[in-house]
């Protein structure tokens, strides 16, 4: 084995530490330094002191992140399974196919900043909705809206091809084989899809700086209204400086923890439900 | 079903759709439509390459130069791509031709976990680690480019390991066992064959990678110091959307200050668009 083939193992291996090193430095860092803060009294109390957030607890922020996150959803997951489905079952002219591939490849390039930027001067003001869940819940919705799209197109092209046409050849519409025998088929991937684009958007904190996202408020109770978030509320705390830290820290646990147990869900089930049929 | 249902919902489909593309569509109109009236004010190329930016007239005239800006986030995504490719390519390869098929199946996912942080986290954590060790080391501040650079490094990783696995993976299966039937040692294999066969495809992952590194906002925000400078590896500097994060907020509503800000992240988008766009050309190049 010449120089070369060592210095690459060395590299291959070293590497791999190193990478491995990081991930678990960063999950044991905040889960250390923020165990100390959880309590019942931090998730469940809303943010006092005399700098905000470094008394008391984080319950709206985690009830408005929910809030954001579900608007997010909806707003973005249903039309982007539809346009999935339209690609994939609907349309048949390659040239429309293609310019909607553009259009969404180019809002999947648009950074989350300008999308807020859009939210706010065309929701907030022209539009005169205000700083509220919704107007920020487009901008989650619109930026998520490609990542839900390109998933969901992927599990639609590689369902097994004979499965559709079976069912076209015994005479079943398109809807009733997409309601019956698509969805049902894909519902793994399109789920996972669905949580993993609702994490993007409950992490994401630059489209809703201007458009939502306070730094207080009670816990919301309609769409029209504004709310506290987890990642502008984390990036606030940071902010201020040395006296809210030990609640920085605090929350930045919460979110992690939300992340990862909703990722762990989301792979899980994905493999679950895709081994189901395709053992059938 | 019913053939009033089908009909409904075929007409669902159509009609989501359309919407979906015609909202995406408004919103590209919408940003080049406010970022127009800027360049009526400034020309395109005191715009693209002055270096003075003043946004609101207190201490003389006002100047909407975006050049730092620009540099800055090449600059950073650049150091980024270097330092994710360092260590990213060498956890690929042992991904691809050290661990097994169910080494691959724990790891995948663990180095995965590092594209769910989100990135206020990344920033919070980069504030509170990396700009101490810089501080320590007697760069003033501790902010930086270079901790940037890292911050974002570690959050490209997750992306290019994955991409580069995948391409050496090809390259494996296609020539590790005749090499290995002519006595060759794997790892002789691995650095003189397999690398330059995957080359190309490594380097379209990288072009990807970068222009996830441009759109970042607010981790490197938090850790490059936000100065309008020309940017250095030690020194701080701003990048056009932490510029935009920073001071839309105060912006008086179509002022040039105002629409500055959206030709910037115009620019920003053209960007990314350029590179998306460069990519699709690229693969069906490279891969027939």
């Not at chain 1, 991930?23 to 165990?35: P, Q, R």
């Not at chain 1, 992927?154 to 079943?172: D, I, T």
Request: hydrophobic share 55%; net charge positive.
């Amino acid at each position: 084995m010449g120089w070369r083939g060592h210095l690459t193992r060395l590299w291959a291996y070293g590497s791999m530490v190193l990478v491995a090193g990081v991930v678990v430095f960063l999950f044991a860092f905040v889960f250390y330094e923020g165990s100390s803060v959880i309590s019942w009294e931090f998730l469940t109390q809303a943010p006092r002191g005399a700098v905000l957030g470094e008394e008391g607890g984080i319950w709206p922020a985690i009830a408005g992140s929910l809030c954001f996150t579900a608007t997010a959803v909806v707003l973005g997951g249903i039309p982007a399974i539809a346009t999935a489905l339209f690609l994939v079952f609907y349309c048949r002219r390659r040239r429309v196919s293609g310019l909607i591939r553009l259009v969404v490849q180019c809002i999947s390039g648009i950074p989350s900043i300008v999308l807020g930027l859009f939210a706010y001067s065309f929701l907030v003001r022209d539009l005169q909705w205000g700083r509220c869940i919704l107007s920020a819940g487009v901008a989650l919705g619109i930026m998520i809206l490609p990542f839900i799209e390109v998933r969901a197109e992927k599990a639609f092209r590689e369902l097994p091809v004979q499965m559709v046409r079976s069912s076209y050849a015994l005479g079943c519409s398109r809807a009733y084989t997409i309601w019956k025998i698509v969805l049902p088929a894909c519902r793994g991937e399109l789920v996972s899809g669905i949580i993993l684009g609702g994490c993007y958007a409950m992490g994401a904190t630059a489209p809703m700086i201007f458009t939502g996202a306070v730094a207080y408020a009670g816990v919301p109770s309609s769409v029209m209204e504004p709310a506290m978030a987890l990642p502008l509320h984390l990036y606030l705390l940071v902010a201020q400086g040395a006296t809210s830290m030990d609640t920085a820290y605090g929350t930045a646990f919460v979110m992690m923890a939300i992340l990862l147990v909703s990722n762990l869900l989301a792979t899980i089930y994905a493999r679950r439900s895709q081994r189901k049929w395709k053992r059938v | 079903m019913g053939r009033r249902l089908d009909h409904v919902w075929s007409a669902a489909v159509y009609l989501l759709t359309a919407l979906a593309v015609l909202a995406l569509a408004f919103v590209l109109y919408f940003i080049v439509h406010e970022a127009l009236p800027t360049f009526q004010e400034v020309s395109l190329a005191d715009f693209l390459l002055g270096q003075r930016w003043m946004p609101v007239d207190y201490t003389g005239e006002t100047a909407f130069g975006i050049f730092n800006f620009i540099a800055a986030t090449l600059y950073v995504s650049v150091v980024a791509m270097v330092l994710a490719l360092a260590v990213g390519l060498g956890a690929a390869i042992f991904l691809s031709c050290v661990a097994g098929e169910r080494g691959r199946s724990i790891l995948y996912p663990f180095v995965d976990l590092l594209a769910g942080i989100p990135s206020v986290v990344y920033g919070f954590i980069g504030l509170v680690v990396l700009v101490k060790i810089f501080l320590r080391a007697g760069v003033h501040t501790g902010s930086c480019v270079l901790a940037a650079g890292i911050l974002l490094a570690i959050m490209l990783l997750p992306y290019l390991v994955s991409a580069c696995s995948e391409s050496i993976l090809r390259a494996r299966e296609q020539y590790l066992p005749a090499a290995e039937a002519m006595g060759i040692s794997r790892w002789h294999v691995v650095a003189t064959i397999l690398l330059p066969a995957s080359w190309k495809n490594i380097l379209l992952s990288m072009v990807l990678a970068i222009g996830r590194a441009m759109g970042e906002t607010m981790a490197v925000m938090m850790v490059i110091g936000n100065a309008n400078l020309f940017p250095t590896l030690l020194g701080k500097s701003e990048s056009i959307a932490a510029v935009i994060a920073l001071e839309m907020g105060t912006a008086v509503v179509d002022s040039t200050h105002y629409h500055a800000l959206y030709a910037a992240g115009l620019v920003l988008l053209m960007l990314l668009v350029i590179i998306n766009v460069g990519i699709g050309v690229l693969r069906e190049k490279v891969l027939r």
